[in-house]
């Protein structure tokens, strides 16, 4: 998981959308010398991702499938201090630029933290050969924002810290992205 001190960025900023009772934080980290498309194709792979970050998270495909554009996955697990945690969320891919590409994550079911949460994180190139993450994370909090938006800084430094690690995706990671693309995620943004 993640460590106090992973909690804070020097240039995140905070947002607020009226109109949708949202409010969170948007936030850029450099994930080192990964081409994005690469590093999108890891994040895609929920479960690999859950097994990685959060061992012991139950994972369970409720539609679609990593080959789609879009799916809907179940998370279970327990968080220390708070307890049992279960969330389903629909996961979108697309293509916004050429070199870029966007995970959106909207948050479905979960009572416990949030009434509604939406992230969408950008992949995209950056200076060097290297790729930035773009994260705006949104909830409708039911604790304090500043938690949630700490645990979106900490969840993503995780992640900096898996692809700095030389963590790069499997032949099928590449490939079930690919398939999402071109399965209607070719949209731009």
Known sequence: MWQQEDTELEHAEDLRDEAQGLSGVRFTIEL????????????????GQARELFPGTECAMQSGSYREPSFVLR???DLPGIGPF?????????????????????TIEESMLWKRGLAIHRFSPGSGATTLLEVTSLYAPRVPIKILNQAAIGAARAHQRRYLSGRRPTAAEREHFLAALGAGGQRGA
């Open 75 to 77: 998370m279970s697990l």
């Open 32 to 47: 080192g010398h990964i081409d994005p498309f690469d590093a999108a194709a890891v994040f895609w792979d929920q479960h």
């Open 86 to 106: 279960t969330q389903t969320s629909r996961y979108s891919a697309q293509r916004v630029a050429p070199e870029a590409f966007a995970i959106r994550v909207d």
